[in-house]
């Protein structure tokens, strides 16, 4: 009798193991154990619901202890797991590790999958054990897109769905298709969707209403500049049971023609990604093994969309717009194996290796000028090379008891080649020149050598009680943006801004990794009679080398040039999740109250000054209720107010607030109606995560002055439905 303990069980584990067991005589499976911290998924769940409404796959991680999601786009909104965001998270897309290709992240990892075709999403603290993935502070988000089915008898199955939704604030229309057929040995399946919207509107007026810019359209004084967006996603899979195994292919193709960026200086004007994803797994008498072997393409451009102003003329020189160009290119290769040693323990060992390359290349612009000339190198064959091996035993000591022990071994590599500007020349303070060769004399090629560990323990008190209580330390080496953009003139640095705050940025070769050291207990408990279920988890977190920013000029405009560097950080917090079973009536239904509530507060302690862009305490709450076919949730958002702010980069105060959304669905056989409302009350706020407007105007160089700028106010009522149908 064998006891497999186990890390995230994903639907899709799940799956591959029932297709096991019917194959393999020898396993026979008790029970499953999770490992300590592997799931934080309490309180507001992602609803079937939520995923066919939503747009963003970002969004979602709102609905996790601890998760928010950062502005960042239409589609691609930028995750923040308890004060860590964007790539200090591991992110995984059906076990391929991405990352983004872009000055500004507008094609962060999640804007490539849809949430109408995720069938698992797992979000993981800084606590995940070693296995889950290196290179990361903040924690791991897992997505599943596949779920192969396969066949029960000899008679081939077919299914699908088909979908549609409007939200009226931004004139959102989408539409998806998902087909899949079988037997007893092949799944095939494909996904495709298409989303196009318009610029969305506050609940109030934020600003005064006009020309967006002299050669730009008119925006109304609520209306959000550079919202607008349009993509499309297709993706064709094809799986393989052979015996013990599962073999699978995915192929898939992201292109986004426009995505404009309210909290950014220019927009994204064309995004193509290409993915091939194989990957094998098995189930044996003595384990399990997984092996992936992916490759990602990403071709990314930028410049000026309707709303930000097009043509610049300085002393007789004119300027037609900004284009620039990113190609990312990612292979990568993965092998993970649990052996199961004996009844108590399981020892999961595994290897990594990731190649990645960039070059971000600003085209030389066609009027004249400063930006004529020379291409901009940015980033010249920039290179970020990641080898890691790890091992990790988890014990199950007792019943009541388990234990994950684990070390991982990461080897970074980063390079670039030589750079110059548009000109070599430093005139009019542009300092290209002087910037370009001091970055092609340093040392560009650097080595870190990263280690974590991760000591993870729950103990189950009861059936329905346990007490979780963890340790790790996990490194992550300077992305290439970090490391190697190398122009201080400001209207090179405005252009590398990961952070949507306005600011100018400047790389530093010498960054060395960031390194969290992180404690947290969680506490579990469940009522007896299953009526009412709560999880507190505190945490605390010290950051070595975090890397921040220190001011390098103060501007003319009221926004800073800044330079990266490894400073010191703190970061503690609470998250609690809740939920209760009401009371059931005859002609109600069941009612139930769902609750989350986030607290998190970081400290940059060289530079004393909280950290950049941390949500304040914020409380979730909503009463569902379930009636044969009919379900209904009203949801209430508070956020305090926003008055721990970062001093370097100036960020903006924002007011609390308080928000409604409604949601309800009815079920009639195969077809589900969705009508939602947004934000009920057409509250005005600034989003607390929202970064500084820079939806319209002069947004080159110093066009906008922060003394008249505003954070970016969030999207005001919406009246939302959506229609699908299943087969």
Known sequence: MK?????????LLITSLAVAENRIESINITKEYEVPFSDNNLGVGVTRNEKIMSNDSGKLINNFLG?????NGGFSSLPMIQGLSDDRIKIKIDGMDLIASCANHMNA????????NIK???????????DQGGDNIGGVIKIDTVQPIFAVDENPIFFGEVGTKYKSNNKATSANISLNTSDQDTAISYFGSYVKADNYYAGGAFKEAGLAAPDRGYL????VGSSAYKNQNHQFSISKAIDNEIY???????DSPYENFNNQRMDSVGNKNYQLNVSQKGEYAWGKLTSRIYIDDTNHKHNFGPDKQYTYTNMGNTSLGMPMEADGFTAGLAVDSEIFMNDQDTLKVGSEIQYYQLDDTWNSNSGTGMMTGNNFLNINNGK?????VYGQLDSLWTENWITSIGARLGIVQTDADNVNGYNQTNAMGSNQLADSDAFNASKRKQTDENFDISLLTRYNMEEDSSVELGYSMKTRSPNLYQRYTWSTWTMAANMNNLYGDGNGYVGDVDLKPETAHKVGLVLNHTDPNKNWRIKVNPYYTYISDYIDANVIADRTDGYRNLKFANQTATIYGLDVGADMHLFETLNFGNFNLLSKFNYQKGRNTDSDTDLYNMMPPNLTLAINQNVGSWSNNLSMILVDEKDDVNSTRQERETAGFTKFDLVSSYQWKSVSIIGEVENILDKSY?????????GQGATMSTGINRANGTQVYAMGRSFNVALTYSF
């Open 3 to 11: 006891k497999i303990i186990v890390g995230v069980c994903t639907n």
């Open 67 to 71: 998760g928010n999601s950062i502005n």
């Open 109 to 116: 990892p999640l804007s490539y999958s849809d949430p109408v």
């Open 120 to 130: 698992n999403i797992s979000v993981l603290a800084g606590l995940s054990a070693v």
């Open 220 to 223: 109304d004084g609520d209306e």
């Open 248 to 254: 699978q292919v995915i192929a898939a193709y992201h």
């Open 384 to 388: 970020r090379n990641r080898f890691d």
């Open 686 to 694: 600034a989003d607390p995560l929202g970064g500084e407007y820079l």
